[in-house]
């Protein structure tokens, strides 16, 4: 799915990504977690307040369309 927005933001700072465990997860999901602290700093649009508010969550699994596309991501964020 594309999105024309933005959903939130996620700033990288002191975060790092890793393959997905297979056994958990959906296809080609990569997942960002933090070095140094449980909760990842981050924030969303609420879409029906339209309201920013703060994301509270230790990790962010993502997936991709193709193992390469992860692979671009995955690279791109370390």
């Known amino acids: 799915m ?3 927005e933005p ?3 996620i700033p990288l700072e002191s975060l790092s990504v890793r393959e997905c465990a297979e056994e958990q997860s959906r296809a080609h ?5 933090g070095l140094h602290t ?10 029906k307040s339209g309201k920013v508010m703060e994301g509270r969550h230790n990790v962010y699994k ?3 369309a193709s193992a390469a596309e ?3 991501w995955i690279k791109c964020i370390k």
């Open 70 to 72: 992860m692979e671009d």
């Open 7 to 9: 959903r939130g933001i």
């Open 38 to 47: 449980d909760c990842i700093k981050a924030c969303k649009t609420d879409k």
């Open 29 to 33: 999901c990569f997942e960002l977690f």
């Open 62 to 64: 993502m997936s991709a």
């Open 2 to 4: 594309q999105d024309k």
